[in-house]
């Protein structure tokens, strides 16, 4: 990365860390005129896209949310699975994924014989601190982040480790350097997509995140959704030689140079090796995946104390998962610590999605996947633009 490109990268880490510091100064009064402001322009926003539990998101497509109406079963009834459902999830049916494997049925993972995750030592009444949070219940929520993680990844740590060593061929990265720019464009929203929508149904399997309202949870998809996948990312990623796993084989970023934004490619790849050199496990990636997307750092939530309170027990959770396992005591600091370069990564997306929009308007309006276009949001007049 150049010294352009990474001044560029910290300057947006700098705004991060300072929108981060002046939210926690805000007032719980400035808190609550923010949801009034954002209640006042619903008809302009995210509610158009759904009108009721169960509604669809993105024109008919993702992201579906379970209905509330129960049936003898137990399950949840109506048009959508239960959160419990081994059926592919979400409906991919409108979307350009020809060649693309659906999300495929995994085991139901059972980590119920797992006494615990946590060392209950050193607590007394195995309480944490002023929040009364139990570890038993840290322990819970551990287990269903953990469990929902390996239900809903990509590729299982096995079908990786048989990836490890195949690379695209000389002949193939050749290839992709010679494709139009749109074509590679069309061809990375779409594994994009393919991948948010593993996230879509990590989230609906967390416990708590369908108990937020609706709003809530189509914010916290719609900001956060890109930043699950760069973390995800690290498990397909290959440290030892910098490639990183693209429609079946590894490549570098030279497979890329055809996109026209080596700043973004050279930045997600240097993202996803210094979060490789963390050497986390899939727990920690597990509960980090979540601690990044049930985020109080999101604008216009209408609940924002409620999301607090679930993100305050994830990273409870992590944090003592991180201290179990690492010997460095500032793990976890170095961790957190990548969270404003996530966000400057997607800031960077943006832009350069823009940027190709203006030369290629046909190619993103009429080819890119609908749910791409409708959480990235290129056009600026697009309903779906955020209240300022």
């Known amino acids: 990365m150049s ?4 001044d560029s990268l910290y300057e947006e880490v700098q705004k991060h860390q300072a929108r981060l510091l002046e ?8 808190a609550e005129a923010l949801a009034r402001v954002y209640s006042s322009s619903l008809t ?12 669809t998101y993105a024109n008919g497509h993702v992201i579906e949310l379970p209905k509330a109406s ?4 137990g399950g949840i009834q109506g048009g959508y699975y239960g959160m419990d459902s081994t059926q592919p999830s979400p409906d991919q049916s409108g979307l350009d994924m020809s060649g693309i494997k659906h999300i495929k049925q995994e085991p139901v993972y059972d980590l119920t014989p797992v006494p615990n995750l946590f060392s209950y030592g050193g607590y007394q009444d195995n309480q944490l601190g002023h929040n009364n949070v139990s570890m038993g219940e840290l322990d819970r929520i551990a287990q269903n982040i953990i469990k929902s993680h390996l239900e809903t990844c990509q590729y299982t740590t096995e079908e990786l480790q048989q990836l490890a060593w195949q690379t695209h061929t000389y002949e193939e990265v050749k290839m992709y350097q010679s494709k139009p720019r749109d074509v590679l464009w069309q ?3 779409i594994q994009i997509t393919h991948a948010i929508q593993y996230v879509v149904e990590f989230a609906k399997r967390i416990s708590g995140f369908m108990e937020l309202c609706q709003n809530d949870q189509i914010l916290l998809l719609k900001s956060g959704c890109l930043e699950v ?3 995800r990312m690290c498990r397909a990623f290959n440290p030892l030689n910098n490639t990183v796993l693209f429609e079946g084989k590894y490549g570098g970023m030279q497979m890329f140079k055809a996109l026209g934004c080596d700043d973004l490619v050279s930045a997600v790849f240097d993202f996803a090796k210094s979060l490789c050199s963390l050497q986390l496990t899939e727990e920690e990636i597990a509960l980090f995946s979540a601690a990044v997307l049930i985020s109080t750092d999101r604008p216009w939530l209408m609940e924002p104390r409620k999301v607090q309170k679930l993100q305050e027990k994830i990273y409870f959770a992590l944090q ?17 610590s990548r969270i404003p370069t996530l966000s400057a990564l997607c800031t960077l997306h943006t832009e350069e999605l823009q940027a190709f929009q203006q030369l290629h308007p046909e190619t993103v309006n009429v080819l890119f996947p609908p749910l791409y276009k409708e959480l990235f949001n290129p056009d600026p007049n697009s309903a779906m633009a955020m209240p300022k």
């Open 44 to 55: 302009n926003g995210l509610s158009t896209l759904n009108h009721e539990i169960g509604g």
């Open 320 to 336: 003592h998962i991180m201290q179990k396992n690492h010997m460095d005591e500032d793990a976890l600091a170095k961790l957190i």
């Open 23 to 30: 939210q926690k100064q805000q007032q719980t009064g400035e």
């Open 3 to 6: 010294k352009k490109q990474r």
């Open 229 to 231: 996948v760069l973390v």
């Open 187 to 189: 061809q990375c929203a």
């Open 70 to 73: 129960h049936g003898n079963g």
